[in-house]
Nanobody, 129 residues
Framework: QVQLVQSGGGLAQPGGSLRLSCVAS??????????VVWFRQVPGKEREGVSC?????????YYAPEVEGRFTSSRDNTRSTVYLQMNSLKPEDTATYYC???????????????????WGQGSQVTVSA
């Protein structure tokens, strides 16, 4: 069973930065076998994909237009950890952020949360002056 534990997040001022981390664990887990997506959700709205990193069998990298150039997702396979670096934060980035893994998603893009079976617990990010 894959488990994801998130850390980071919190309060930032507009223009500031935050970093989220997501540590994966499980029997025989190799993070390279998973596509990694960061989603975010605000109350009353559907969870939306923010970024996607493909597995070693997959291709492409994706960022939602509203975060491209400001957010960067990365992975450290040796530590089974994925990161979301968020710079130039805006109030509209306020949301609960979730990391998610999938072994079956091969092509990154705007993926549906229904394609992902492994989820972190969520991290609150609040951007406010």
């Amino acid at each position: 069973q894959v488990q994801l534990v998130q850390s980071g997040g919190g309060l930032a001022q507009p223009g500031g930065s935050l970093r989220l981390s997501c540590v994966a664990s499980g029997p025989g887990l190799n993070l390279e076998d998973f596509a990694v997506v960061w989603f975010r959700q605000v109350p009353g709205k559907e969870r939306e994909g923010v970024s996607c990193l493909a597995s070693r069998r997959g291709s492409a990298e994706y960022y939602a237009p509203e975060v491209e150039g400001r957010f960067t997702s990365s992975r450290d396979n040796t530590r089974s950890t994925v990161y979301l670096q968020m710079n130039s934060l805006k109030p509209e980035d306020t949301a609960t952020y979730y990391c998610a893994l999938s072994e079956t998603v091969l092509v990154c893009g705007k993926r549906s949360p229904h394609e992902f079976g492994h989820w972190g617990q969520g991290s609150q990010v609040t951007v406010s002056a």
